[in-house]
């Protein structure tokens, strides 16, 4: 089992930053990759960003790419998500996701809301 745990999320104004973290333990030399998604009030959960663990090869949604960048810290088993320029549609609850052994397990969820 792979266990993950967000944070870093609040309340920002437009053109601000932020940096979402996801820790994970538990059995993390099993994942082979971990992403972002997240999801906005009514609206169904959307990729936002993902890493593939062993090459560091990162992809992006066309709406964040540019402004958001994933990196990871294998020492502490954490990545992170930090976002800049963010706009009022960037507001969902961010979730951090890990693939490993055929399984997608999910975090819990942070909320990022930005205001105009």
């Known amino acids: 089992q792979v266990q993950l745990v967000e944070s870093g999320g609040g309340l920002v104004q437009a053109g601000g930053s932020l940096r979402l973290s996801c820790v994970a333990s538990g059995r993390t030399s099993s994942i082979y990759a971990m992403g972002w998604f997240r999801q906005a009030p009514g609206k169904e959960r959307e990729f936002a960003a993902s890493?593939?663990?062993?090459?560091?090869?990162?992809y992006y949604a066309d709406s964040v790419k540019g402004r958001f960048t994933f990196s990871r810290d294998n020492a502490k088993n954490t990545v992170y998500l930090q976002m800049n320029s963010l706009k009022p549609e960037d507001t969902a609850v961010y979730y951090c996701?890990?693939?490993?052994?055929?399984?997608?397990?999910w975090g819990q969820g942070t909320q990022v809301t930005v205001s105009s």
């Open positions: 890493i593939n663990w062993r090459g560091g090869t990162t």
């Open positions: 996701n890990a693939d490993y052994s055929g399984t997608r397990t």
